[in-house]
């Protein structure tokens, strides 16, 4: 599974970053996952930040601004141009940034640091099914304070009813790489977190999961 961890962060350049917010946070959020942008999934991400918190799987960093001030951010991504334009956005609150693939583990410098560690529509787009992404939530997890949260969104393949423009997506991202979640249910999300973490929740809006996980098993 690992010879190909790159494929969904290939999709993002400056031109598909110009159309993301409107495409992926307006049109599908709404239409195709059923999952809108500022009644559920900015609300969950304001809702667990931390006053020192790593995005990570930037995108453009819409979120990041709507954060209050007194948050520290740090930006974590594969890809050299999500990190720019998350950067940009976010602007001075940005402490500090690494380009870096989840797959492989986080340098001890970023160990045992932040409060709070964002994933939102990260793990669908990683390859292999969530057993293998777990190797990712492993080295994710590191970066976490002990009492640290990990919260996010992910879109589900299985256990979850998509509608006409979602299955079509879903078949054209699955077919490129840029997405990875055909097997991807809640069931597994929390098993996968609940055998890393003592407390997780996981919410289910259209189709996608809406989970937090917090007490990091070491
Ligand atoms: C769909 S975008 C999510 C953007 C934003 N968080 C949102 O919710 O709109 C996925 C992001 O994850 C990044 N990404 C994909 N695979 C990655 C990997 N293996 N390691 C780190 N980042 C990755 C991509 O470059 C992209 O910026």
Same mark, same amino acid.
């Given at each position: 599974m690992q010879n190909n961890t790159d494929a969904g962060a290939r999709a993002y350049n400056p031109v598909t970053l110009k159309l993301y917010d409107w495409w992926v946070l307006k049109i599908s959020n709404q239409?195709? *996952?059923?999952?809108?942008t500022d009644t559920v999934l900015l609300p969950h991400f304001k809702a667990h930040a931390g006053d020192n918190h790593l995005d990570i799987g930037v995108g453009t960093g819409y979120y990041l601004p709507h954060l209050p001030a007194t948050v520290e951010l740090s930006l974590m991504d594969l890809n050299a141009s999500s990190l720019q334009a998350a950067s940009a956005k976010a602007g001075h609150r940005v402490k500090d940034h690494l380009q870096h693939d989840v797959f492989k583990p986080l340098p001890?410098? *970023?160990?045992?640091?932040?409060?709070s560690i964002s994933l939102f529509y990260l793990l669908h787009c990683l390859p292999g099914s969530l057993n293998d992404k777990a190797l990712a939530i492993d080295n994710i997890a590191r970066?976490?304070?002990?009492e640290g949260t990990l919260f996010g969104a992910t879109i589900l393949g299985e256990g979850v009813a998509h509608n006409a423009f979602g299955r079509k997506l879903m078949n054209v991202y699955n077919k490129k790489g840029i997405f990875s979640n055909r097997p991807d249910s809640a069931g597994l999300l929390k098993d996968v977190l609940t055998a890393r973490f003592e407390r997780v929740d996981v919410k289910i809006e259209g189709t996608v999961a809406l989970f937090t996980a917090s007490g990091r098993r070491d």
């Amino acid at each position: 599974m690992q010879n190909n961890t790159d494929a969904g962060a290939r999709a993002y350049n400056p031109v598909t970053l110009k159309l993301y917010d409107w495409w992926v946070l307006k049109i599908s959020n709404q239409y195709a *996952w059923r999952c809108p942008t500022d009644t559920v999934l900015l609300p969950h991400f304001k809702a667990h930040a931390g006053d020192n918190h790593l995005d990570i799987g930037v995108g453009t960093g819409y979120y990041l601004p709507h954060l209050p001030a007194t948050v520290e951010l740090s930006l974590m991504d594969l890809n050299a141009s999500s990190l720019q334009a998350a950067s940009a956005k976010a602007g001075h609150r940005v402490k500090d940034h690494l380009q870096h693939d989840v797959f492989k583990p986080l340098p001890q410098s *970023w160990h045992d640091r932040f409060d709070s560690i964002s994933l939102f529509y990260l793990l669908h787009c990683l390859p292999g099914s969530l057993n293998d992404k777990a190797l990712a939530i492993d080295n994710i997890a590191r970066a976490l304070k002990t009492e640290g949260t990990l919260f996010g969104a992910t879109i589900l393949g299985e256990g979850v009813a998509h509608n006409a423009f979602g299955r079509k997506l879903m078949n054209v991202y699955n077919k490129k790489g840029i997405f990875s979640n055909r097997p991807d249910s809640a069931g597994l999300l929390k098993d996968v977190l609940t055998a890393r973490f003592e407390r997780v929740d996981v919410k289910i809006e259209g189709t996608v999961a809406l989970f937090t996980a917090s007490g990091r098993r070491d």
